[in-house]
């Protein structure tokens, strides 16, 4: 794996973050995060709609699990999987090792400033990995360089807070009524493009044309069962635990224990989410 440690002043935060304790939680549980969106993957693959001569990045491809998908479809293509994070990307590498799948290639990289030969790509990709830039104009210009004329980009990214029952219900329950400050819909993180028009305006501004935005709604999972689900979440939420006093954690932890319960499914602890799938060509 190359490794060039370029990271814009603007996703320094995200890198420290990625590249630090949340990629490592990530990458250890990468069993976990890895098939909770499956759901979105058949109308995210068919928007890809990737030809098997077809050369793929993947934009914060994380632990790896849409880079071997593409892989699998790109089979005598080529797959390049970007991301900020060297524990994601050892633990997507191994996965790749164990699969066979001699196409593909990774780099630990800002995909907003890494330097990709231009026009090097049919197809851009990203499951949930491309809503953390500092610059999202600056990053998406890049990305539209590495793709040929008439490239394609897919994207899934998730719809704002609020309709997004998994993270409303969860950290209502870690912050245990305490009044909830959802974050600013345009700052990096998980809903930066949730306003559907802020992404048809960066991505028309960084050299992309006919925009769509299609509205998908699917569960995603957590655990098999509440405890199991529980201890994954509370988990990855260590950081929001870690601010309370004893008692206000034992009481967080408790109604995210609640939450779990209310959503044991027969499938699993499932709560609902909504995302936009987002395509464009060059
Ligand atoms: C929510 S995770 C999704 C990971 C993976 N795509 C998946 O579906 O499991 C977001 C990923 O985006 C990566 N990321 C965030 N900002 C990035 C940047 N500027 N350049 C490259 N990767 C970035 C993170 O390191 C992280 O792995």
Redesign the pocket.
């Known amino acids: 794996m190359v490794s060039t440690h370029h990271v814009d002043p603007a ?1 320094a935060e ?1 890198a420290r973050a ?2 630090g304790t949340e ?1 490592a939680y ?1 990458a250890a549980h990468a069993e976990r ?2 098939p909770a ?1 499956t759901d979105y993957e058949d109308a995210f693959f068919a928007a890809a709609a990737i030809a098997p001569t077809d050369r793929v990045l ?6 790896g ?2 880079t071997r998908a593409v892989a699998r479809r790109a089979s005598a293509g080529a797959v390049l999987g ?4 060297s524990a ?1 990307l050892e633990v997507a590498a191994a996965a790749v090792e164990r699969e066979g799948l001699g196409n593909v290639a990774f780099v630990q ?4 400033v890494h330097p990709f030969d231009a026009g090097a790509f049919d197809v851009a990709i ?4 491309a809503m ?2 500092g610059d999202p104009p600056a ?1 998406f210009a890049n990305i539209a360089r590495a793709l040929r004329p008439g490239g394609r980009l897919a994207l899934l990214v998730w719809q704002p807070f609020e309709r997004n029952e998994w993270m409303v219900e969860i950290m209502g329950a870690l912050t245990a009524g305490r009044g909830l400050a959802p974050p600013p819909p345009d700052a990096p993180g ?1 809903f930066s493009m949730g306003d559907p028009d802020r992404v048809r305006s960066i991505l028309t501004s960084s050299g992309f044309a006919d925009v769509e935005v299609s509205g998908l709604e699917e569960r995603i999972y957590f655990g098999t069962d509440p405890d199991d689900a529980h201890r994954f979440v509370s988990g990855l939420l260590a950081w929001r635990l870690e601010e309370l006093d004893d008692a206000a954690r034992a009481c967080a932890l408790d109604a995210l224990h609640r939450t779990m319960r209310a959503h044991h499914t027969p499938v699993g602890v499932a709560l609902g989410s909504a995302a936009w799938l987002v395509t464009a060509h060059t």
Do not use: H, Y
Not at 82 to 85: A, I, M, T
């Open positions: 996703n995200q990625w590249d990629g990530w995060f890895e969106l993947d934009i914060g491809c994380g632990t699990v849409s970007v991301d900020l994070s994601m990289a800002d995909a907003q990203s499951r949930t990995g953390f830039f990053a998980p």
